[in-house]
T-cell receptor
Framework: DARVTQTPRHKVTEMGQEVTMRCQPI?????VFWYRQTMMQGLELLAY????????DSGMPKDRFSAEMPDATLATLKIQPSEPRDSAVYFC???????????????FGQGTRLTVV | GQNIDQPTEMTATEGAIVQINCTYQ??????LFWYQQHAGEAPTFLSY????GLEEKGRFSSFLSRSKGYSYLLLKELQMKDSASYLC??????????FGKGTTLSVSS
């Protein structure tokens, strides 16, 4: 059963601490997305990778957020230092672009619920 | 940028039909997606339209008019389990999906 796996599922941390969220995309998917979801803003795109290269990270606050793909099976999103306003659910999604067998574009993981106190 | 508008909330009763509208403004349009998201869960894919017209998939159908920047999701024979948020998302060529804020549908008996 192919699925996107995210860890941890829940994280509570104190303001100022570093937070690292991990994502394992579906095997064979070459496109990875990070989204953040809040009640006020809905789902916001933070970053977007294809073949491990960042294509768009314009939605990500560069001073504290960073996203990487050390290899094809792992994507990471780091926040340092974390702030209370970063509290949200962070979703990772993966897919294949149209023309490479893709259509649905994004399969979502279960998310990491982050609370910064 | 992209503006994607959909109603915040809708209510309906079991067995009824409901239509959730979505309007968008974007350049380089390359498809419109609908996702379903139950509370506390991940969004899951429902439908994809890139050409004008109606796509039917069981109880769910999605319509697109590119010239009007308009789509709707039609849910028939509503069931309690259809209570969820429905997210409209637009795809531009070369970029990721951009989502609307979602419509929360409540189905009552």
């Amino acid at each position: 059963d192919a699925r996107v796996t995210q860890t941890p599922r829940h994280k509570v941390t104190e303001m100022g601490q570093e937070v690292t969220m991990r994502c394992q995309p579906i095997l064979g998917h070459n496109t990875v997305f990070w989204y953040r979801q809040t009640m006020m803003q809905g789902l916001e795109l933070l970053a977007y990778f294809r073949n491990r290269a960042p294509l768009d990270d314009s939605g990500m606050p560069k001073d504290r957020f960073s996203a990487e793909m050390p290899d094809a099976t792992l994507a990471t999103l780091k926040i340092q230092p974390s702030e209370p306003r970063d509290s949200a659910v962070y979703f990772c999604a993966s897919g294949l672009p149209p023309g490479q067998g893709g259509n649905t574009e994004a399969f979502f993981g279960q998310g990491t619920r982050l609370t910064v106190v | 940028g992209q503006n994607i508008d959909q109603p915040t909330e809708m209510t309906a009763t079991e067995g009824a039909i409901v239509q959730i509208n979505c309007t968008y403004q974007t350049s380089g349009f390359n498809g419109l997606f609908w996702y379903q998201q139950h509370a506390g869960e991940a969004p899951t894919f429902l439908s994809y339209n890139v050409l004008d017209g109606l796509e039917e998939k069981g109880r769910f159908s999605s319509f697109l008019s590119r010239s009007k920047g308009y789509s709707y999701l039609l849910l028939k024979e509503l069931q309690m389990k259809d209570s969820a948020s429905y997210l409209c998302a637009v795809k531009k060529a070369g970029t990721a999906l951009i989502f609307g804020k979602g419509t929360t549908l409540s189905v009552s008996s």
